[in-house]
């Protein structure tokens, strides 16, 4: 409690940082050519000081929408997210799986309604219950709620904003399946800090109700990690405030985290670096090709292609958002012979937008336009480049995976980055891990950027926020892919 109360002064008193929401603006357009730059400068701030300081702009954002994309990027943008959704279809093994997960997932989502009523008579035409069902899970400790129904329609009478999603699964038997699923909320504090916590279930039911009301014969959940990692210590994990959630206390609502879990290292003396199991995360994936290099600083800010929705942050009906991080860049040669580079971001995707749409991003290569799609004008010509970098997002399931990470203060560009990744490779290396290659035979290093997260509504992707942070606390992360051993 006396940390807390500490954490809470210092940001109160601490001088308040600026965010900046959205990647870095363009100049302002259709400015008179100066020759003199004594004019030109006293000319610009004129022309800032005339513009009232307000919404985005506030924040270090832009006043206008014209500020940040001109005409052929805003076609391009529209295109790729407005006609490019697919079914969630793909994230599970067949379509008997999809349709028979979209039931349970709405039978869930209006059990977490706050109107119970409608949820009740709702909830009740998706799936039933036979008389001898079984449920066995750990968020239902002593068997006190008799279905999942019961145990989400409780959860959602006490906590604030749950939001149950599936983000895949696969049929293990013509009338069982396997689901993967995330839950997250609000746990009712003054901070309102955000709880995620995921896992698979395993749902076996009456082969004869499949054609009709599907009616679930037992359920047993089992939660993401080791079994020796208690729903209580992942909960007090994410209950307790963050230093940076209370430092910028008041500027965004905390951090729904990617689920990671630290492991043992097996060695006499405390390693420089930790080990981490992730399990399998749905993700938002988008790149670009870095043709300017290192002094650019692409890596620093999201494209704007991974955004698909603009979220009213001022004003009398402001929207509620949730925030989801860190954000994961990995940085690639492009060709043997060339000195340019593939920058790639993945985000995760949070359980609110999951569980509000049947439809989503593309997924995968099978979604970028092919020559065929060019040869018919399914295509403008001008919006060939944009499709052929490949900056156009897409989602992907990322399977459970392995790494390790050492701190670092600074961007996934830095200079120091290089040796960053020496110091790492050669620790790991030397304690016998298995390091993960690409198809060059290169190790797989990526950046965790924990300064950054990215706001999502119910209609998608609308904000990135940037947190100041001084580089000697080296709050970010260098990590490399390891060999995952069970």
């Known amino acids: 409690m006396c940390n807390s109360f500490l954490l809470l002064l210092l940001a109160l008193v601490a001088p308040w940082p600026t965010l900046t929401f959205l990647t870095t603006p363009t100049p ?71 349709a028979l997960a979209m039931q349970i997932q709405k039978h869930l989502s209006s059990s977490s309604s706050s109107s119970s009523s409608s949820s009740s008579s709702s909830s009740s035409s998706c799936i039933t219950f036979a008389p001898g069902f079984k449920y066995s899970s750990p968020l239902n400790p002593k068997s006190a709620f008799a279905t999942p129904t019961k145990r989400v329609e409780r959860a959602a009478s006490y906590f604030k904003n749950l939001d149950v999603a599936i983000i895949g699964g696969e049929m293990v038997s013509p009338s069982t399946i396997d689901i993967r699923w995330k ?53 007090l994990d994410q209950i307790l405030p963050r230093f940076w959630d209370t430092y910028h206390i008041g500027m965004a609502p905390s951090c729904e985290l990617k689920e990671r879990f630290e492991q043992k290292v097996d060695a006499l003396f405390p390693r420089p670096y930790k080990l981490f199991k992730s399990p399998a995360t749905l993700e938002l994936r988008a790149s670009i090709r870095d043709k300017v290099g290192r002094s650019g600083r692409l890596a620093s800010c999201l494209p704007d292609s991974m955004f698909s929705n603009i979220i009213k942050t001022v004003g009398p009906s402001t929207e509620k958002y949730v925030p989801s991080g860190p954000v994961e860049i990995s940085i690639s040669s492009a060709e043997e012979d060339s000195k340019e580079s593939i920058i790639e971001w993945a985000v995760p995707v949070p359980s609110n937008f999951i569980a509000a749409n049947e439809n989503l991003f593309p997924v995968g290569d099978s979604n970028f336009l092919d020559d065929e799609e060019m040869e018919n004008g399914e295509v403008s010509s001008s919006d060939a480049a944009f499709y052929d970098t490949k900056e156009r997002p897409y989602l992907v399931v990322t399977p459970k995976r392995q790494f390790a990470t050492i701190k670092f203060g600074g961007s996934a560009q830095d200079d120091g980055i290089g040796k960053a990744r020496k110091s790492l490779y050669d620790a790991v290396t030397k304690d016998g891990h298995k390091i993960m290659k690409d198809e060059k035979g290169r190790p797989k290093f990526f950046f965790l950027q924990n300064n950054a997260k990215v706001a999502w509504t119910e209609k998608g992707l609308g904000m990135a926020i940037y947190e100041w942070r001084p580089d000697y606390l080296q709050t970010n992360e260098v990590g490399i892919e390891l060999e995952f051993t069970p």
């Open 28 to 98: 302002r357009r259709n400015n008179p050519p100066l020759s003199d730059t004594k004019t030109r400068n006293l000319k610009a701030k004129e022309e800032v000081d005339e513009v009232a300081v307000e919404g985005a702009q506030f924040f270090g954002g832009a006043a206008a929408k014209d500020v940040l994309l001109d005409d052929s990027e805003d076609l391009t943008y529209t295109k790729s997210t407005d006609e490019g959704f697919v079914s969630r279809e793909v994230l599970f093994d067949s379509p008997e799986a999809f």
């Open 183 to 235: 839950v997250a909320l609000n746990w009712p504090t003054f901070w309102l800090p955000r709880i995620a916590v995921g896992g698979v279930s395993r749902i076996e039911f009456d082969s004869s109700s499949l054609s009709s009301t599907p009616t679930a014969l037992s359920w047993s959940d089992k939660l993401n990690g080791s079994d020796s990692i208690s729903l209580e210590s992942r909960i």
